[in-house]
């Protein structure tokens, strides 16, 4: 079992910047893929961004690359994501998640084994 838990949301304005983070516990999680999703109210969950086991390779969904980063740090086992430029289309509640599987799964919400309990993010315009 591996346990995650987000922190960093909030109430920010147009433009702003948040730091998300993502602390896990459990059984060992360095060597995995990690993504951040998101869903909006009445809207589905969608991918946002998604790290390799070593850091060494990132993924991004098109309505947040280059306003978004992903980094990790696996003597802490901690999962970020850098907002930058938020927009009111960027409100949702923000999820991590493990992913079991191999990179080329990074996008598929069905290959994520365990998932944080999300943390809002309400950007105002």
């Known amino acids: 079992q591996v346990q995650l838990v987000e922190s960093g949301g909030g109430l920010v304005q147009a433009g702003g910047s948040l730091r998300l983070s993502c602390a896990a516990s459990g059984r060992s999680r360095s060597g995995y893929t990690m993504g951040w999703f998101r869903q909006a109210p009445g809207k589905e969950r969608d991918f946002v961004a998604a790290?390799?086991?070593?850091?060494?390779?990132?993924d991004y969904a098109d309505s947040v690359n280059g306003r978004f980063t992903i980094s990790r740090d696996n003597a802490k086992s901690t999962v970020y994501l850098q907002m930058n430029s938020l927009k009111a289309e960027d409100t949702a509640v923000y999820y991590c998640a493990v992913n079991g599987y191999v990179w080329s799964f990074r996008r598929s919400q069905m290959k994520y084994n365990y998932w944080g309990q999300g943390t809002q993010v309400t950007v105002s315009s």
């Open positions: 790290i390799s086991s070593s850091g060494g390779s990132t």
